[in-house]
């Protein structure tokens, strides 16, 4: 797919051309079996992510997005089922809840395909972040959704109870050959940079043991900025293709662990003309710099994981060790990042490697680094 530039009557996300419908006729089924008419061609178009997507006005005159999701060899879809089973449950939340999510309108099980209704010129959270504007009321408003979903009672609904992906364990040792095919060199380098730590490994093992006895509640399990939409005042959590019984320490750790990215990252952010002023990514840096630079940057965002942190206490009280788990699994978080950003490289730069350096010592020490992130102790008064 090719980017299409945003201009003033596209939403803020970024469109794309979106895959023709008639080599996806089960789209206009969908449509059609919900009473939504079909998408007017005019207008039609895509978002950014992995799975196709359609996003456009039916001849119904509803604005909708339709989107599609992994399909197994089999036939069969893991994550549609997930997707569902959160909107099950989702429907046990009073009006006023704080975890707010698009509505969705219906599903096409043999095609693995969900429509919502449209939020024109929602803003993902990713986007937000990098333009400043995901400040600390933001990420209060994301810590009560986040608890609010942490405390969903999902006593007899089919939710997946199965152990989360990542980390792989498994690929702590050696990459299995058809995961290498599909690497660039630069993320082979990072795999590398985790499977030659030893202490680094013990650390992740342990923490999956931690997790295994841990309290488990209902979990996003794939928490990025970009799961996040603002819409006219409006907080959002979407993608809930992972979402599953889980340690809860995921999810916050996981938020946790985008500001720490997004800290080591935004100061080395090109400035100027961005077609002609790439990042530099720390190759023109002293070691001492990018330390220095990268710590600066942190302190500046520890005011909002503690109004995360805060929002999250509001709405829910969590267990004793929590918050340690957090901490590493945000450390996990730098480590996953880094490898997925390093895709389209062929080394490993400098800031990535700082970012990792960043997810050792959370690994490593989880207790020593609960304070510093302002996950200790704060008052709140969970309802």
Known sequence: M???PPTEQQPALLRYQPTALDTVPEVAELLDRLGLGRFEPEGLTAFGGRNDNWAGTTTSGEQVFVKTVVRAADGSSPELDRTLAYEALSRRLPADSPLRSPV??????GAALNAYRLLPGARSGSEIALDGGFGEEMCREAGRAVATLHSLDAEGAD?????????????????????LQDRSMAQIAAWKLVQDDVE???ALRLLRAREEAAPRTPAHCDLRFDQFIAHEGTLYLCDWE????????????????????????????????????APALGFDLTHEEIVERGAASVRRHLPRIAAFWQGYLERRVPDA???KRAVAFA????????????QAHAVLSPVARAAAGIGRVLLLNPSGAVATLRLDALSGSPR
């Open 331 to 342: 450390g996990w978080h730098m480590y996953d990042r880094l490898i997925a950003t390093a």
């Open 242 to 277: 992972e979402f599953r019984i889980a340690d809860p320490a995921r999810d916050v750790g996981a938020f946790v662990g985008e500001w720490l990215f997004q800290a080591t990252y935004s100061v080395f952010a090109p400035t100027g003309d961005r077609a002609t002023n």
């Open 2 to 4: 090719t980017t299409a």
């Open 159 to 179: 939710v997946d109870t199965g152990e989360a992906p990542l980390p792989p364990l498994s690929w702590l040792e050696a990459l299995p050959w058809s995961a």
């Open 104 to 109: 969705h309108l219906g599903a096409h099980t």
């Open 200 to 202: 680094a490994v013990a």
């Open 321 to 323: 060790g929590l918050a």
